[in-house]
T-cell receptor
């Protein structure tokens, strides 16, 4: 597709369940980011992938959060044993490469509600 | 650590009027980029305008312009001839310039702008 694609758009899950959120970046983009946006808040950085390099996981809030990127393209963010405080919009973004002046393009996000 | 501060949680402006959104940031770096992103109800973050810190000239994109004051670490967004479609949450963001460092954007908490008919 033309833009960053995320699924599901909305997800309601019970506390304690695991969830997977998917991101399909723009074709050819080697850099991929995950951010979390809690209600009324700014964006909180979670994790960054660049090509085949080891990901920057410095923003992951706990070991319940993990992410992988297969084949340098699609990425999955996994939250294990979800808690109510995990309720947020999870935004994925991609950019063409390592140059930090490149524009970062965002998807529409996955809205997670933990009940 | 870098921080970005937006001190105006909400603002409103009459259609066709001009509005300025404020942003300040704190960094010890000399080379970086600054951005304004717009997030309408659709949730998609859309880049509005960007500024390279090494450029003294303020960036302009049609009705959008910035006032970049590097010494004061200030980066405000001016929207001229406001339109109803400008209603959105606006985020100021910072990113380091040189490779080899963390490349993620650091965001402010946002300003909700409402354009009134």
């Amino acid at each position: 597709g033309a833009g960053v694609s995320q699924s599901p758009s909305n997800k309601v899950t019970e506390k304690g369940k695991d969830v997977e959120l998917r991101c399909d970046p723009i074709s050819g983009h080697t850099a991929l980011y995950w951010y979390r946006q809690s209600l009324g808040q700014g964006l909180e950085f979670l994790i960054y992938f660049q090509g085949n390099s080891a990901p920057d996981k410095s923003g992951l809030p706990s070991d319940r959060f993990s992410a992988e990127r297969t084949g340098g393209s699609v990425s999955t963010l996994t939250i294990q044993r979800t808690q109510q405080e995990d309720s947020a919009v999870y935004l994925c973004a991609s950019s063409p490469g390592v140059f930090t002046g490149n524009t970062i393009y965002f998807g529409e996000g996955s809205w997670l509600t933990v009940v | 650590a870098q921080t970005v501060t937006q001190s105006q949680p909400e603002m409103s402006v009459q259609e066709a009027e001009t509005v300025t959104l404020s942003c300040t940031y704190d960094t010890s770096e000399n080379n970086y980029y600054l951005f304004w992103y717009k997030q309408p109800p659709s949730r998609q973050m859309i880049l509005v305008i960007r500024q390279e810190a090494y450029k003294q000239q303020n960036a302009t994109e049609n009705r959008f312009s910035v006032n970049f004051q590097k010494a004061a670490k200030s980066f405000s967004l001016k929207i001229s001839d406001s339109q109803l479609g400008d209603t959105a949450m606006y985020f100021c963001a910072w990113r380091i310039q040189h490779a080899g460092s963390a490349r993620q954007l650091t965001f402010g908490s946002g300003t909700q702008l409402t354009v009134l008919p």
